[in-house]
């Protein structure tokens, strides 16, 4: 048994998504979560500053005393996670590998990617796939505009309607059996993507991967919380001059409130 706090940090509302499935998965489990506005977008970021803000937001968690951080960010994943993941004393747990092994079973013949620029150059999602899955075929796709609309909360006009339009267009031409939406900021858009690129393609949300992960891990570690009382949320970020709370209350359905994460760079 583990009162402590999940830490679960993003570049900024995307994370939310996660943030949204684990509360699900884990109602008893407080919860920390970061985003760190002030450094939106992780997308176009080189590998070196990627690792060092990872680091940054994990010990920011970690000085909160929390049992485990969760990386709610693909770009993150992708490119700091081999870093991070042994340095610390607590679990660091990405999306990437809860969302593969869970493909494992069906073992599909063609995966599509969308992701960040930087997560798709990095070909992490590629090799995690084919160390599992070596006849199966992954088409990727970099959607650079997608988080920064996600950001304004443009979920659902036509800009987004247009953008998405041109960003399956690669999954009509050649369609896939299971589309990872391998940014955390792209499940806001389900609804236009699931029209856009029409019936026959499974949309994978990675927050639900990891929430039926993490509920996993805390059960076999024996670290699950185990009180009684409502659980207990907490948002920081690193610049409050975003439109952070009014896509937040939209994704979550409540109104939350938020403090300034004190940190450099
Ligand atoms: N939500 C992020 C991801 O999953 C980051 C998007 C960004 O900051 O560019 O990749």
């Known amino acids: 048994m583990d009162n402590r706090p999940i ?16 509360i ?3 109602p008893n489990e407080d919860m920390i979560y970061l985003g760190d ?21 994990t010990e920011f968690l970690i000085k909160k005393d929390v049992k485990a951080v969760v990386i709610a960010c693909g770009t993150a994943t992708s490119q700091a996670l081999d870093s991070v993941c042994d340095i610390y004393n607590v679990p660091v747990i990405g999306i990437i590998k809860p969302t593969v092994t869970s493909l494992n079973n069906e073992k599909p013949k063609r995966v599509g990617v969308m992701a960040t620029t930087g997560t798709i150059r990095s070909k992490t999602w590629q090799t995690e796939i084919k160390k599992y899955m070596p006849d199966t075929e992954i088409i990727n796709q970099a959607c650079p505009l997608l988080a920064q609309m996600a950001e304004e909360g443009w979920i659902d006009n ?4 247009l953008t998405i339009r041109e960003y399956v267009k690669v999954f009509k031409e050649r369609p ?32 639900k991967k990891v929430g039926n992960y993490l509920k996993e891990y805390l059960k076999n570690e024996q ?9 207990n949320y907490e948002f920081f970020l ?10 937040a209350k939209n994704i979550l359905q409540r109104d939350i409130e938020i403090k300034k994460a004190r940190m450099h760079i």
């Open 238 to 247: 690193t610049d409050m001059e975003s439109q952070f709370l009014n896509v």
């Open 37 to 57: 506005t002030k450094q939106f977008p992780y997308g176009n970021k080189s590998k070196d500053t990627i690792i060092e803000l990872t680091k940054r937001n």
């Open 7 to 22: 830490g679960i940090f993003d570049s900024g509302v995307g994370g939310l998504t996660v943030f949204s499935e684990l």
């Open 176 to 207: 896939v059996e299971k589309l990872i939406l391998g940014c955390t900021h792209y499940p806001l858009f389900m609804k236009t993507i699931e029209e856009e690129l029409g019936t026959g393609t499974e949309i994978i949300d990675t927050g």
């Open 223 to 231: 670290k699950e919380a185990n009180r009684k009382k409502q659980a």
């Open 24 to 26: 699900k998965a884990l």
């Open 158 to 161: 036509d800009v987004a309607r």
